[in-house]
């Protein structure tokens, strides 16, 4: 049975026209979720207010509903749905354990997370209400923060299995998985920019930088940054991402594919986190 939620939340309007982007930001030791207007920069509106920490969120638009991992629960870290129109809050898992990182599937009707469940953190689905269960991973290493390829025929995942942060590939119908990167660096797999290529965040440099490896002609394209990025989302050939500005405090950036030039979208003090875009 999945506990039904009514919450007090402050909600900003979304359209096609006026693509937002869903953040989380500490304020006063409290994690909360928070949008940003691209359109009207200036504008911050709250979308959470609870007691405890919510973290990493993903929107699907053919439900108008973001996905998320919270505290709330029993101050253990569990995932919740979010009607942008008529506020309606679901509890999709209920576990003492740590589930986090949830990402819709293209077509909206199921929703892949990272769960320690069952001792160490693995790679699951599920449907849209939370039932229908599955793990995808197995390994006793982590695996988790899986991305949907655009055709939802694959799953990309973090997995330490190698000895350092790698990235693997989960063909979703063979359960194969396909080794991507294979170095000692630390590599993380941020999104998917097509069906060929990875949106990922590496230390190759002196600093953590975003790339673009392309798994089909195994190519990779550096994106220049300031500063070290620490988590990016990519749709309709922008990248939104966070890294640590010159006073150390991690702000919102936007960055466009065409000129690769960075633009910064917040400047409050809370430390950002998990970006992601909204329509």
């Not at 928070?34 to 959470?48: C, P, Q, Y």
């Not at 629960?73 to 009607?83: E, G, Q, S, W, Y």
Request: net charge neutral.
């Amino acid at each position: 049975m999945k506990q039904l939620l009514f919450c007090f939340f402050i909600i900003t309007s979304y359209c096609v026209h006026s693509q937002s982007v869903l953040f989380s930001e500490n304020n006063n030791g409290n994690w909360n979720l928070f949008s940003i207007n691209l359109a009207k920069g200036e504008v911050i509106n709250r979308v959470t207010k609870d007691s405890l920490k919510d973290f990493q969120s993903d929107y699907c638009s053919c439900k108008n509903k973001i996905v998320f991992d919270s505290y709330r629960d029993k101050n253990t870290r569990n995932i919740f749905t979010l009607d942008l129109k008529t506020n309606e809050l679901i509890q999709l898992t209920e576990l003492e354990t740590r589930d986090g990182h949830p990402v819709w599937s293209p077509n909206c009707k199921n929703i892949a997370f990272q769960s320690s469940r069952n001792g160490n953190s693995d790679v699951y689905i599920m449907d849209s209400l939370g039932g229908n269960i599955e793990q995808l991973t197995f390994d006793n290493s982590f695996d988790g923060i899986p991305k949907w390829s655009p055709n939802g025929k694959f799953l990309a995942f973090n997995s330490n299995r190698t000895g350092s942060p790698n990235i693997f590939m989960l063909n979703n119908k063979t359960k194969e998985k396909i080794q991507i990167t294979v170095d000692e660096k630390y590599n993380f797999v941020q999104d998917w920019v097509s069906s060929t290529k990875l949106l990922i965040i590496t230390d190759a440099s002196e600093k953590r930088q975003m790339q673009i490896v392309d798994i089909e002609d195994n190519t990779i394209k550096n994106l220049p940054t300031d500063f070290d990025v620490t988590y990016a989302r990519y749709k309709n050939g922008n990248i939104v991402f966070t890294q640590k500005n010159k006073e150390n405090i991690v702000q919102l950036y936007l960055m466009n594919l065409d000129n690769l030039k960075e633009k910064q979208l917040t400047n409050t003090k809370g430390e950002k986190r998990f970006p992601t875009f909204v329509e």
